[in-house]
């Protein structure tokens, strides 16, 4: 396995992987999670009264990647998961 980094595509969520030959190898992965995970974690990051806002905009935007989402895409659930957890996942569904 060579190492590689990720490149992020302007204007999109969406990323690729980059070998250190430079070959791409399209992937696309996302993370997701359920709406009470969005709320609850939006609550302990925003006060005041733009919390209602900072949800509404979140989920806006996550219903919007979920509708221009690739085919291929993969959606990797964070929800009570730990960063370690995550990437792991992440690496396995790109098959490094």
């Known amino acids: 396995m060579t190492a590689g980094a990720v ?3 302007q204007a999109t969520p969406w990323a690729s992987l980059t070998g250190a030959q430079g070959e791409t190898m399209p992937y696309r992965s996302r993370l997701c999670q359920k709406e009470a995970t969005v709320r609850e974690r ?3 990051r925003e006060i005041g009264s733009q919390l209602t806002a900072h949800i ?3 989920l806006r ?3 919007r990647l979920d509708a221009e989402a690739p085919v291929g895409t993969v959606l990797i659930p964070t ?3 730990s960063v370690q957890d995550i990437a792991i996942h992440v690496l ?3 098959a490094w």
């Open 56 to 58: 509404e905009r979140s």
């Open 7 to 9: 490149s992020h595509r």
């Open 92 to 94: 396995q569904a790109a």
């Open 61 to 63: 935007k996550a219903r």
């Open 42 to 44: 939006l609550a302990g």
């Open 79 to 81: 929800d009570g998961r």
